[in-house]
Structures are given as structure tokens and as C-alpha cells.
């Protein structure tokens, strides 16, 4: 009896014990569903100026979407960018003390509904889906939009004229034509794919077809002549055809490929930003250190160009979110305004015409003293009498130049003209002991100006000289009697050429390199000897086309800089980055034949990543990146010797690293387009904090971005964490 009794307590404690057991597991189980929704949250370490959290859709957690955070409590609109992890988490790290909006956008989304809050706390926040694709769809970088252009088929070309293709008959390939358009003209100003570009304004006005609609587009406001001169050079006819025939197609509901999330190290990017500058003006790029020595002017202030729009230079002070302008001025009261009149009312200005500089500055480039040089027009074109005895002028005497330069002095707070007596584009320093100031955007020379024998000596005309580009076409090594650009090559004499260089770069070695325009373009190498106006002598390296004028890959170079090793990277108008390595060229660097086509072993391509345009079949993507500048000193925290285009197209920066590129997209306000960058190094023990890329807004068409009309430019901080959680 006390045996069964025994039995029976026995069965019950065991019935007992699953059933606790069961519950456990139960409420286990709910409570790690529980949790699962949080648990990134609870993992997730904020501080006093941080936000941290978990963004989740329908389907659970959110990889690879962007959170965005924006003030406008501060001096200047703040805000700041971080991408989610693979388990749909986030930090945003370091946020001024101030009241945000805070929101999700992606690829598949809309956006979410704005938060309103403060840092310090942790933030779940829930992602839109798109509830179509044509509104997944509108988040879309530019250059996908653009992607759906169709180019004139191949047997267009060469053109047959107004009278027949449309075509002009100088423009004799299909790549010949893609330079104009994504080099020479549309692309080089602002993007092609913008909401601004891919749909017609209402205020344009009513038309009977989409081919008339862009012909008055095409003439709205002070860029209408130039936009117009443009298009007739190409061919007017087919241009607007193909132009109406892509935004028909828009407008008819056809869509781009969906481009991918962030994924990998594009998740562990921190992208801040401020507004500067105002509405009505538009920016060529920015400074913010010595590009010799990237630790100069440490957390100090950017400081931007403002081209051919207003005369000042727009200040931004990134630790107090201040911004301010300093005047510039011309030396010649009768230095004209660089921009023309209104030629039809603008869909966002009317008749205004918004921009009146005469300065018409370019190019910043900081000394290791914080001095600020710049590319600036300082008088009227017809050069001074007074130097006609001048060195360089004896040898190749120069009738005109449209910019010169000028220095501003930060600790002073005073800028002073500088007239050349040769045109000015781009502008950086050699790593010499007389600072030499090279330039580019001289035509038929290369310009350069001794700056410290100026600031000894405050005399403009001797601590400055140019010479002529000349090939060593006898192959002796030196530099003597030439023939001219007209003329062929003679080999007992060198050759004068006529490629004028875009960009310039000073190597480490001493050698000055520059990209050229046009189709298919090339590179130029000057070593200026030791007396340039008499002994520089330059090589030219194309890119490689065959015997019928096709590119072999990449053609058109827009902007380029070189590495610490002497190799050249260039943006081309064909979507690709191109490095340069002279040591690979196997045919003679000069002599008779060394006129252009001699070196195409020295080049190798990458292909940027965008879908390439409707009709074209060689390799290629629809971006267009306007400059590539080099990473030397490992500014961003990827290593040295780090190529990056602008990614114009991609509305990004492109880092190529290890053969393979990094995306690192700007996705608000959509429409990032920027002409260069810079990087500095503000604590060189601060690892990841401690260093950053800096870019500006450079578009010419500000209201195109998201926001419209009143949107202005804005200055971008990129930096690079371990992980997307670092703080």
C-alpha cells in the first residue's frame, strides 16, 4: 500500500515537473520572441550624444537601409547618415546636442514617418514598404534613371547631318558622341536622371511633344546658350529625339533595374553634412587641408569655390556648425561678368538671372601655412603690356588669359588678386621647396607660380613662368627646335603639341601629370628640367582606339590625380576608372612615334558600377565621374594609394579597394553630385573618428536635388567605422 501511495506521488511530481517544464520552455520561448524584436536594441550601447536601435519591416529585420537624422535647431541645417547592420541595427554616433527628425530610407522602401527626438536614448524604428515599384523606384540614384537613355545604334555614325541623320558629320563614332554628351557638356554641369531631368516641369509650359518640351528646357535660364550652343556642335535633331524618346518612356510608367542595399563595408560609413554657401549659387569643390600634408588646418574650417555664380567663398566651421563668407574682389573694376544673360525664364528663377560673379573662381588648394589659393579671373582677358619681357614670354608669348589667381590669408583675413599672365583651371602644389603652384587650363601651356619667392619678394610677374607642351620626337632627351602642331613630325626636331591640360597633378618625382578632353583624350607627363620655359618636355599617352576610330575601352578623361608610385587613375566618359603605369609601356617613351597611341599597355580599366545605356555593347556603365582623386596618406582609414571617382552618376563616392568597389551612397537629399573631394586628418591617433573625406555640392542646377527651389549646397563628411555599431 505505501509502495502504490509512493507510486502514485512519484507520477504526480513527474507530471508536475513537465508541466513546469513545459511552461518554462513556453514562456522561454515568448520571451525570446519577445526579446527578438528588442534584443539588438538591448545589445546596443548609446551615449549622451548617440541614437541606437533596430529597424524592422513586415518581414522582420531591415539590412542595408539608411537612418537619417536632421536638425535645423543648429547655426546651419545638420544632418547625419548610417546604414543598418545585417541584423537590421544602427548606431548614429556623436549627435550636437539639439531636437531631430529621424527616419528610414532603402532600396524596396518608402520613407518611414519622421520621429521627432533627442540623443542619449535608444530608437526601434519600422521601414515602408514601397506599396509599388514605381515608388520604389523614386529613391533610385540618378544614374539608374539614366541608364534607360537609348543611344543612336552604332550605324548612325559617322553623322550625316542636319540634312540627314540629325548627326553632325564630325562626330564620327558612338563613343565619339557619349564623350559630348556625358564629358563635354550635359553630365560636366549637373546629372542626367534627377527628378529635375527626367520629368518636365509644369511651369516649362505645354507643348505638343516631348522633343519641343526639351528644345525649350534646353534654353531655360543663363545656362540656356551654352546648353544650346551644345547641342547643335553634337546635332540638334537627334539629340532632342533621343532625349524625348527616354522621358516618353519614363512617363509611359518604364522603370530601371532596382540597384542593390549597401552590403559589406559600405555598412559601416558615417556620412555628416551641413548647409553653406545660399540657393542661387552653385560650387566647383572645396579645401580643407594641405593635399602634401593632410594633418594641416586640423578640424578648422572648409572653404569652397563658388564658379562663375557669386564672388565670395563660403566658409563652414564643422565643430561650431557655423558658416560664414569671405568677399573677393577683382583687381579691374571692367572685369566682366562670366555669366550671360536669361535666354527663356527658367522653370525655377524666371527671368532672374541669379548668378553675377566676375571673379569666377574654380579651384581651392590649401598651403602648409592655411593660405587658401584659388583660381580666380582678377581683370579683363587681353593680357598686360608689361610682360613682354618677360622669360617665358620671349619664348612663347601669350595674348590672353580669362583666370589668373588669388591667396586669402586666414589670419589676416585678406585676399589679394594675382594676375598671370596665363589662364588658370585647376591648381595644386609640388612637394618642392619653392611651394610651386602648378596649374592647368592654359591651352597650348602649362602655367606654374613660385609662391614662396612671391610671398618673399610680394612680386607677382618673377614668381611666375609657363611653357609650351613639346615631344621629344628626335628621342635625344633634350629639348630643341620644334615643329609645329600643323606640321609632322620631323625627327631630327621635337614637336609642339596642343593638348592643354583639365586637371594637373604634381607627382612625387618631380613630374607634373594632367588629363586632356575630347575624344578619345589622353594623359599628359611634363618633367619641367631645371629651367621649365626652356627645358620642360612632355610625353602624351591616348587612350588606345583602333584602326577605325573605336575605343579599345575607355575613352574621354575628365579629372585625374596620381598615387605615390607615379600611377595615374582618370575618371573616363565611358564609366570606367583608369590607372596609368608608364613602367608597363613597352614601346619607346619618346622618338617618332611617341605621339599619342604609343602606350596602351600602360592602361588598365575598371568599370563603374551602373547599368550601361540601352544601345551601347562595349564594356562601360551610364556614370560619368567627373574627377578621380588618390587617397596618398590613408585620409578615410582604407589604406594609402586608394583611388576615388565622384560617382557623379551613382550619386556616391566610388572607392576602389583591392580591385573592387565601395559605394558609399548619399542618399538624402538625393541628387549628391560633386566635382571633387578632399581629406584630412584631424587626430591621428583618434582611428576612425580622427579622419574623413570631404566633398561639397557641385551640380549647377541646386534646385534639381530633393527639396527643389531653395535647396542649397552642402558641405559632406564621410568617415569609416570598424562596424556599422562603433561609436
Request: hydrophobic share 35%; glycine share 10%; aromatic share 10%.
Amino acid at each position: 500500500m505505501k509502495h502504490t501511495l509512493n507510486s502514485i506521488s512519484n507520477r504526480k511530481e513527474s507530471i508536475l515537473s513537465k508541466l513546469i517544464y513545459l511552461f518554462c520552455l513556453t514562456f522561454l520561448a515568448a520571451l525570446n520572441a519577445c526579446n527578438s524584436s528588442n534584443s539588438g536594441t538591448k545589445n546596443i550601447q548609446v551615449g549622451e550624444g548617440d541614437l541606437g536601435g533596430v529597424v524592422t519591416g513586415p518581414n522582420g529585420p531591415e539590412a542595408g537601409v539608411w537612418i537619417i537624422a536632421e536638425t535645423h535647431d543648429l547655426p546651419t541645417r545638420f544632418a547625419k547618415i548610417v546604414v543598418t547592420d545585417d541584423k537590421g541595427r544602427y548606431v548614429l554616433p556623436d549627435l550636437p546636442k539639439a531636437n531631430y527628425s529621424v527616419w528610414v530610407r532603402g532600396y524596396g522602401l518608402v520613407d518611414s514617418p519622421k520621429k521627432q527626438v533627442k540623443p542619449g536614448q535608444n530608437l526601434d524604428l519600422t521601414a515602408v514598404v514601397a506599396p509599388t515599384p514605381q515608388a520604389a523606384a523614386e529613391y533610385y540614384p540618378a544614374g539608374y534613371w539614366f541608364s534607360m537613355l537609348h543611344v543612336p545604334e552604332k550605324s548612325k555614325f559617322p553623322g550625316t547631318g542636319p540634312d540627314g541623320n540629325g548627326i553632325l558629320s564630325n562626330v564620327k563614332t558612338q563613343a565619339n558622341f557619349l564623350s559630348s554628351i556625358k564629358s563635354g557638356t550635359c553630365l560636366a554641369c549637373h546629372q542626367l536622371g534627377s527628378k529635375g531631368t527626367r520629368e518636365f516641369q509644369k511651369s516649362l509650359g505645354t507643348f505638343n511633344n516631348s522633343v519641343d518640351a526639351w528644345e525649350r528646357r534646353l534654353r531655360s535660364g543663363q545656362a540656356g546658350p551654352i546648353m544650346t550652343s551644345a547641342l547643335h556642335q553634337i546635332g540638334k535633331d537627334e539629340v532632342l529625339r533621343m532625349f524625348a524618346d527616354w522621358t516618353d518612356r519614363i512617363k509611359a510608367g518604364e522603370l530601371p533595374p532596382a540597384p542593390p542595399r549597401p552590403e559589406g563595408i559600405e555598412r559601416n560609413v558615417v556620412i555628416t553634412q551641413w548647409d553653406w554657401a545660399d540657393p542661387k549659387v552653385y560650387l566647383h569643390d572645396l579645401v580643407s587641408t594641405d593635399r602634401r600634408n593632410p594633418t594641416v588646418n586640423a578640424n578648422g574650417p572648409l572653404y569652397g569655390a563658388l564658379e562663375a555664380s557669386a564672388d565670395y567663398l563660403p566658409v563652414l566651421d564643422p565643430i561650431t556648425h557655423t558658416t560664414s563668407q569671405i568677399p573677393l574682389t577683382v583687381r579691374d573694376p571692367n572685369t566682366p561678368v562670366i555669366s550671360g544673360e536669361v535666354l527663356e525664364p527658367s522653370p525655377y528663377w524666371g527671368t532672374e538671372a541669379i548668378w553675377n560673379s566676375k571673379t569666377n573662381v574654380h579651384n581651392p588648394m590649401m598651403d602648409g601655412e592655411g593660405n587658401v589659393w584659388i583660381t580666380a579671373a582678377v581683370r579683363p582677358t587681353d593680357n598686360l603690356d608689361n610682360f613682354k619681357d618677360h622669360p617665358s614670354a620671349k619664348l612663347f608669348p601669350l595674348k590672353r588669359s580669362g583666370r589668373h589667381l588669388g591667396v586669402y590669408n586666414p589670419k589676416t583675413k585678406k585676399y589679394t588678386p594675382i594676375s598671370t599672365n596665363f589662364s588658370t583651371h585647376h591648381l595644386m602644389f609640388a612637394e618642392d621647396n619653392k611651394n610651386t603652384l602648378w596649374t592647368s587650363g592654359g591651352g597650348e601651356v602649362i602655367g606654374w607660380f613660385d609662391t614662396k619667392k612671391y610671398q618673399e619678394t610680394g612680386d607677382e610677374k618673377v614668381a611666375q613662368g609657363w611653357t609650351a607642351l613639346i615631344l621629344d620626337t628626335n628621342g635625344n632627351g633634350k629639348r630643341d627646335a620644334y615643329v609645329e602642331p600643323d606640321q609632322p613630325v620631323d625627327p631630327k626636331k621635337d614637336k609642339r603639341i596642343t593638348k592643354g591640360l583639365y586637371s594637373v597633378a604634381p607627382a612625387p618625382d618631380g613630374s607634373v601629370w594632367g588629363s586632356t578632353l575630347g575624344y578619345p583624350g589622353g594623359i599628359v607627363r611634363l618633367v619641367p628640367g631645371t629651367n621649365p620655359s626652356e627645358t620642360a618636355l612632355v610625353e602624351y599617352y591616348e587612350l588606345p582606339i583602333d584602326d577605325k576610330g573605336e575605343p579599345v575601352e575607355g575613352f574621354s578623361p575628365r579629372g585625374m590625380d596620381i598615387d605615390r608610385n607615379g600611377v595615374a587613375w582618370v575618371a573616363l566618359a565611358s564609366g570606367h576608372l583608369a590607372s596609368f603605369d608608364r613602367r608597363k609601356v613597352k614601346n619607346p617613351l619618346n622618338g617618332p612615334n611617341a605621339t599619342g597611341q604609343h602606350g596602351g599597355d600602360g592602361w588598365t580599366f575598371y568599370t563603374e558600377p551602373l547599368p550601361q545605356l540601352k544601345g551601347v555593347n562595349y564594356k562601360g556603365s551610364a556614370e560619368s565621374s567627373y574627377y578621380t582623386w588618390v587617397d596618398q596618406f590613408n585620409t578615410f582609414g582604407l589604406g594609402e594609394n586608394i583611388p576615388i571617382n565622384t560617382g557623379n552618376e551613382s550619386e556616391a563616392l566610388l572607392v576602389l579597394k583591392d580591385g573592387k568597389w565601395v559605394k558609399l551612397r548619399v542618399p538624402y537629399p538625393m541628387g549628391f553630385y560633386t566635382k571633387w573631394l578632399d581629406g584630412r586628418i584631424d587626430d591621428p591617433k583618434g582611428g576612425w573618428k580622427g579622419r574623413g573625406l570631404w566633398a561639397t555640392i557641385s551640380t549647377r542646377a541646386p534646385f534639381h536635388m530633393e527639396g527643389g527651389k531653395g535647396t542649397t549646397s552642402k558641405v559632406f563628411k564621410f568617415q569609416m567605422r570598424p562596424d556599422p555599431l562603433a561609436r
